[in-house]
């Protein structure tokens, strides 16, 4: 009898560890994994950034009718391949992902951005693709906030009024948007808000109001690369008659208005951008670079020596600097495409190692410790490149 019970214990233990496993099922960075009949996609990130894309499916399956509640079908057409071409040049600043949901069913058969019922109609097989495209949202906000403690979610939508602007939601209306900085900067509209963590700890302090429409707020980095947004410095709120989005159900549930420390912000993309590849192209580019700039002016202030590849923090035209090989035993090449002074700090902060080097040069540095250090490159005390390199003698 005592056997039969340990037998059952060791069972279930047996059991739980198979669980683990599942639940534990690694996504790896950059590879893209889909739901039941390819309906939803996640491509697996390894950045504090997730894009969604609930509007921009073409798949019409007659095993889901098509939707009869709910108001609005309208495709927000090229918004997937602007998530993905935004995704690429993410990578090719950073060498890292951010986490892409794509929902590939038409709006005609599921509304990835309205709550169950509304989404779904009540159609099983759209039911379970709903569940999908938020239960991989869902992971993903979980491996952020595991990995960076913080981050930030955008649902990407396109919209179709006439005046050629982004459109960012932060779940105020725009009655709300034209209210005073002092008001905005009660904790009532605070509460309001889909980006609440940020506004409760951000890296310069900043009060609600300015992270909406101050010198770094997003719709401020997006008018510097020449794409107008509202709200923004120079576009403070909507207009009286105009039209304009505020967020939507995705950017309530997985932005931090009620709970979680993932921020949430919907941008609404204008026709402009969106319908020739060429400008597309160009804005998914500027888009890839002012995310990243919101996220180290915000979020992470040393995002980029945390970025899979070597990349210089500010790059002059085509220059490159490569630092090899990494990690290092006794001597360390550098090639570099002008003349610079190096400079090699150790983990404390402290100056080991200074000289003026030519564009190919291999310097002795077999009297530093083992460890990280981090090395910068520059001229006339402006940094051109940093990266970390690791002294280690046990190679
Ligand atoms: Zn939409």
Redesign the pocket.
């Known amino acids: 009898m005592k056997q039969k019970i340990i037998f059952r214990e060791i069972f279930l233990l047996l059991l739980l560890f198979i669980q683990c496993l599942t639940y534990a099922q690694p996504f790896v960075p950059g590879t893209t994994y889909f739901g039941r009949n390819n309906y939803i996609e996640y491509i697996a990130g390894n950045l504090p950034l997730i894009i969604s894309v609930?509007?921009?499916g073409a798949v019409a399956p007659s095993e889901i009718p098509d939707r009869t509640c709910g108001d609005?079908t309208?495709t927000?057409s090229y918004?997937t391949n602007l998530a993905k071409e935004i995704r690429d040049a993410i990578y090719n600043i950073t060498g890292c992902y951010p986490h892409i949901v794509i929902n590939n069913l038409k709006?005609t058969k599921l509304d990835a951005?309205r709550d169950l019922p509304e989404a779904a109609c009540g159609n099983e097989f759209a039911d379970k693709a709903w569940n999908e495209f938020h239960n991989f949202l869902d992971t993903a906000s979980a491996n952020v906030t595991k990995k960076s403690g913080k981050g930030l979610y955008i649902?990407l939508?396109?919209?179709g009024h006439a005046i050629q602007r982004l459109e960012l939601g932060y779940l105020l209306t725009a009655t709300q948007l034209a209210y005073s900085d002092a008001v905005l900067n009660t904790a009532a509209y605070i509460n309001f808000s889909s980006i609440k963590k940020l506004i409760n700890s951000n890296v310069l302090n900043l009060a609600h109001s300015d992270l909406l429409r101050g010198n770094t707020s997003l719709g401020t980095l997006f008018a510097a690369k020449g794409f107008p947004a509202v709200p923004s410095a120079d576009d403070r709120y909507p207009l009286t008659g105009q039209t304009y989005?505020s967020g939507?159900y995705n950017t309530e549930r997985h932005g931090s208005k009620t709970l979680g420390t993932i921020d949430g912000i919907q941008i609404?993309c204008n026709q402009d951008v969106r319908f020739n590849e060429v400008a597309r192209q160009d804005f998914a580019t500027k888009t890839a670079q002012v995310l990243l700039d919101y996220l180290i002016k915000h979020y992470f202030p040393k995002l980029p020596e945390t970025y899979c590849k070597i990349v210089g923090v500010e790059q002059i035209g085509m220059s490159e600097f490569l630092l090899f090989p990494n990690p290092f035993d006794k001597v360390l090449s550098v090639k570099n495409s002008m003349p610079t002074d190096i400079c090699i700090y150790n983990f404390q902060g402290k100056l080991v190692y200074s000289e003026r080097i030519g564009t190919e040069e291999t310097i002795e540095l077999g009297f530093l410790k083992n460890g990280v250090y981090l090395v910068t490159l520059g001229n006339n005390g402006k940094i051109l490149y940093r990266q970390k390199i690791i002294k280690s003698s046990v190679l």
Request: net charge negative.
């Open positions: 609930p509007h921009g609005e309208v927000d918004t709006r951005n649902d939508h396109g919209h989005f939507g609404e």
